[in-house]
T-cell receptor
């Protein structure tokens, strides 16, 4: 079964606008972590933001914030004030304590920022 | 080195030949992952090493694929009798130990090896 689901294969966003990337996950482990990575066309994988299952507040890192809805098992990434350099593929990932700490990735969402 | 190092960065091989891809993780990182990524696609999990535990090989697509990790550090992914469908970027990632890092420890990725089978 899919552990991480990203339903948006591609999105377009206007420069300076905000964009929300969806991510839902499936786990019965009470201890887990959720990650978002960015992969620009250069191919490198860049860690953006982390949310722990026990965290009471939504994670934020600069223009990135994570809308964590634990009961719905969703961890959507919000990018505010989009820039042209935000055009990339974005991956949601999860690590479960009980699953031997293994890191599982979603299929990714391609974001294209338009000037 | 400071980051995860993969070599070679590019490899072109003839169909039917064997190839070896190398990953040198960050020092002290006991968790090591191999993923495969076809052009414009997501990350396909291949194999996972965690400390001295038996590796999770559940993602290896066929018995032509194997991987080992020597001394808990460097890992080699071997593809025997390569096929054209093996052409992809092979990514390696490492992260801190489970006990020392916890679930909140991000994985660091290498630059990948682009494999082309002709």
């Amino acid at each position: 079964a899919q552990k991480i689901t990203q339903t948006q294969p591609g999105m377009f966003v206007q420069e300076k606008e905000a964009v929300t990337l969806d991510c839902t996950y499936d786990t019965s482990d009470p201890s887990y972590g959720l990650f978002w990575y960015k992969q620009p066309s250069s191919g490198e994988m860049i860690f953006l933001i982390y949310q722990g299952s026990y965290d009471q507040q939504n994670a934020t890192e600069g223009r990135y914030s994570l809308n964590f809805q634990k009961a719905r098992k969703s961890a959507n990434l919000v990018i505010s004030a989009s820039q042209l350099g935000d055009s990339a593929m974005y991956f949601c990932a999860m690590r479960e304590w009980g699953n031997d700490y293994k890191l599982s990735f979603g299929a990714g969402t391609t974001v294209t920022v338009r000037a | 080195g400071a980051g995860v190092s993969q070599s070679p960065s590019n490899k072109v091989t003839e169909k039917g030949k064997d190839v070896e891809l190398r990953c040198d993780p960050i020092s002290g990182h006991t968790a090591l992952y191999w993923y495969r990524q076809s052009l414009g696609q997501g990350l396909e999990f291949l194999i996972y090493f965690q400390g001295n535990s038996a590796p999770d090989k559940s993602g290896l697509p066929s018995d032509r694929f194997s991987a080992e990790r020597t001394g808990g550090s460097v890992s080699t992914l071997t593809i025997q009798r390569t096929q054209q469908e093996d052409s992809a970027v092979y990514l390696c990632a490492s992260s801190k130990p489970r006990t020392g890092g916890g679930v909140n420890t991000e994985a660091f990725f290498g630059q990948g090896t682009r494999l082309t089978v002709v």
